[in-house]
């Protein structure tokens, strides 16, 4: 074997080996939302009653969220895709550093360890690939609410003052529509004594879906989806039985599998009302849809680049932009992506640029002139959706790419090969 081959057999990282070149047919099968499962698996300390979640993907961040809700003592089984949890038992409010910084949802648990117990020390979860992901929006509700918050040596230590342990009713405007920061102060209203509201709320469907499971615990939730939520404190809260909504980004992704490949899919089950902007860009660059209520058909005819700026629900959303990027990489014409949301989020522009795509980058702008073909290369993906945005190009690129950078990927998107394969592609993981 020639000495190359040999040095990258022997150093090889986790990858995904990708014929490219390749059609794909047949339906899509979508998981839960991973950013609503790990959200309502931190709104599940609010209950000292058994609650169970139905349709929670298979995520290595759902395994890292359990174990940090089994650290806090909480008792929680999976039993294939549902996940029967008990916080009678929850004692630790301290949650570990090190489980902590890699799993940024883990933070959302403040608002609910408040509201239960009210105290709580969590590590700030800092920054990651994409940008400084700050938390002062959450830290400002939560001091609204009446929470003694110290921020020192990384770790956010809040209690509730006062005998009754209680967190008071607020009006809480937000400085941006923060859909963590939103999350979180939902989390702690709920139990508040009082009515609170918040303005300038996120409206993205996860925090439709979070507002929903509250309710089912018998939360008094109003105006979720819209710039401004209402909250009745309650007591105390109880169990339920959930289930968690469609993944909108996995479902987007797997349309520009079948966009990117020239292919006719379909996704199901998904909400269309949670990609409609997606959607219209999809239209816009020369695909046609067939829409159900839960159910989505794509037929891509002839590519061509249209302008993205991603934006907070309904807008365009940040974590499909890089995935649409690789499409407009091989569509006809020039297309110009910006990036509003974070300050990091364009590193896949290198990975794409080294499989023959033609993008300038003017800070978060980037320029493509879409090209014929890509050429297979070894990429990776330096964060979650840049390395999805790579398992797209790759199907797309001529000859058989490597892409690393599955630590990212198994964050968010279940046995994506499993899926892809299902359709046609081929895929094998080393
Ligand atoms: C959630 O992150 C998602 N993660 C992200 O998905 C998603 O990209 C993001 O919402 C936006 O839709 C989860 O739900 C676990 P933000 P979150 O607070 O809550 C700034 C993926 O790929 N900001 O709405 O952290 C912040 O810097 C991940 O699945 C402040 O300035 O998002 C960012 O620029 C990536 N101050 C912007 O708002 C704050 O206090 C959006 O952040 C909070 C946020």
């Excluded at 020390?121 to 994409?130: A, D, M, N, R, W």
């Excluded at 921020?151 to 008071?168: D, F, M, Q, W, Y």
């Excluded at 918040?198 to 089912?216: R, S, T, V, Y």
Aim: with cysteine; glycine share 10%; net charge neutral.
């Amino acid at each position: 074997m020639p000495n190359a081959a040999l040095i990258s057999q022997k150093i090889a990282k986790p990858h995904l080996e990708i014929e490219g070149d390749c059609a794909l047919s047949g339906e899509f099968s979508i998981s839960g939302a991973k950013n609503s499962a790990l959200v309502l698996m931190a709104a599940s300390l609010l209950t000292e009653e058994s609650l169970v979640l139905q349709n929670v993907p298979q995520l290595t961040d759902i395994d890292g969220m359990s174990e940090i809700l089994l650290a806090m003592g909480i008792g929680l089984r999976r039993s294939n895709d549902a996940l029967h949890i008990n916080a009678s038992g929850l004692k630790h409010v301290e949650l570990p550093y090190e489980l902590v910084h890699g799993l940024r949802a883990s933070f959302f648990c403040i608002g609910s360890l408040l509201a239960r117990l009210g105290q709580a020390k969590i590590p700030l979860p800092g920054g990651c690939e994409i940008g400084a992901r700050p938390v002062s929006e959450h830290i400002k509700g939560l001091k609204a609410l009446g929470a003694y918050i110290n921020v020192e040596h990384g770790v956010v230590t809040a209690s509730v003052p006062g005998i009754t342990n209680r967190l008071k009713g607020a009006d809480i405007v937000l400085d941006c529509p923060s859909v963590g920061a939103t999350e979180t102060i939902l989390m702690a209203a709920v139990l508040a004594e009082g009515r609170s509201s918040i303005e300038n709320a996120a409206q993205e469907p996860e925090i439709q879906d979070l507002a929903k499971f509250l309710n089912a615990m018998g939360a008094k939730v109003s105006g979720a989806g819209g710039p401004k939520i209402t909250i009745e404190g309650v007591k105390e809260l109880h169990g339920c039985n959930y289930t968690v909504m469609p993944d909108r980004i996995e479902a987007g992704t797997f349309l520009l599998a079948g966009a990117i490949t020239r292919s006719v899919v379909s996704v199901t089950p998904v909400i269309p009302e949670h990609l409609s902007s997606v959607l219209q860009k999809l239209r816009d660059c020369g695909c046609s849809l067939e829409i159900t209520d839960n159910e989505i058909k794509i037929t891509p005819k002839e590519i061509k680049g249209v302008d993205i700026t991603t934006q907070p629900f309904p807008g365009f959303p940040t974590d499909l932009q890089a995935p649409f990027m690789a499409l407009m990489a091989t569509a006809k014409g020039t297309s110009v992506i910006t990036e509003k949301i974070y300050e990091n989020r364009m590193q896949h522009v290198a990975e794409l640029q080294r499989m023959g795509a033609s993008i300038r980058l003017q800070g978060n702008t980037a320029v493509i002139e879409g090209v014929p073909n890509l050429s297979a290369a070894p990429v990776c993906g330096g964060d979650l959706r840049s390395t999805a945005a790579m398992v797209l190009a790759s199907l797309s690129a001529k000859g058989v790419s490597k892409v690393e950078g599955l630590k990212h990927l198994d964050r968010g998107y279940s046995a994506i090969e499993k899926k892809l394969n299902k359709a046609g592609a081929h895929i094998t993981r080393y």
